[in-house]
T-cell receptor, first 114, second 117 residues
Framework: GESVGLHLPTLSVQEGDNSIINCAYS??????FIWYKQESGKGPQFIID?????DKRQGQRVTVLLNKTVKHLSLQIAATQPGDSAVYFC?????????????FGTGTKLQVIP | GAVVSQHPSWVICKSGTSVKIECRSL??????MFWYRQFPKQSLMLMAT?????????EQGVEKDKFLINHASLTLSTLTVTSAHPEDSSFYIC?????????????FGPGTRLTVL
């Protein structure tokens, strides 16, 4: 079936190091991808997005890479800080029944070691 | 930025009772609202999509009669969990978009923790 999944359920990173969170998707019809950060007990927070006609997009300390050939998405966080500790979800958007639906991946927990 | 609120932030109820959760867009008109459910240590699962003034579109496996969604205005959508049971205990999250066509910008609420005893 169609799915968006992550390779690593938990990632521990030393403070100051770079973090890379990976995501595999299976629906080639998806045209838009988003990364969200969710802290415990809170709703998802938008981090960065990328359209399918791009392969890289940069934000403040974050970069998203999209490889459509292998259906792979990654989020890179530079100089990881304790405040980055959270669960990160990739999500894909596709059209379905006249609406555009966002499907979330399984999530990766990022633990930053001080 | 756009703000979406949910009320209540948490609720505890007895089995068999109904619970209403509100989702409001505070500073923009939300043409489309989405309701998600999230179990502990799991991802968000889309339950339904609602457009203002029309019936909600439910995802496969979500009972329409159990999870009543009303999107009566451009700033308010409600989710009513009817005859709640312990297995309905979950974190319910709404999101709102300003466009019926595009979900490029989807703003999430803070979530509502439902515990059914």
């Amino acid at each position: 079936g169609e799915s968006v999944g992550l390779h690593l359920p938990t990632l521990s990173v030393q403070e100051g190091d770079n973090s890379i969170i990976n995501c595999a998707y299976s629906n080639s019809a998806s045209d838009y991808f988003i990364w969200y950060k969710q802290e415990s007990g809170k709703g998802p927070q938008f981090i960065i997005d990328i359209r399918s006609n791009m392969d890289k997009r940069q934000g403040q300390r974050v970069t998203v890479l999209l490889n459509k050939t292998v259906k792979h998405l990654s989020l890179q966080i530079a100089a990881t800080q304790p405040g980055d500790s959270a669960v990160y979800f990739c999500a894909e958007r596709r059209s379905s029944g006249g609406y555009q639906k966002v499907t979330f991946g399984t999530g990766t927990k990022l633990q930053v070691i001080p | 930025g756009a703000v979406v609120s949910q009320h209540p932030s948490w609720v505890i109820c007895k089995s068999g009772t109904s619970v209403k959760i509100e989702c409001r867009s505070l500073d923009f008109q939300a043409t489309t609202m989405f309701w998600y459910r999230q179990f502990p240590k799991q991802s968000l699962m889309l339950m339904a999509t609602s457009n203002e003034g029309s019936k909600a579109t439910y995802e496969q496996g979500v009972e329409k009669d159990k999870f009543l969604i009303n999107h009566a205005s451009l700033t308010l959508s409600t989710l009513t969990v009817t005859s709640a049971h312990p297995e309905d205990s979950s974190f319910y999250i709404c999101s709102a978009g300003a466009s019926r066509i595009s979900t490029d910008t989807q703003y999430f609420g803070p979530g509502t923790r439902l515990t059914v005893l």
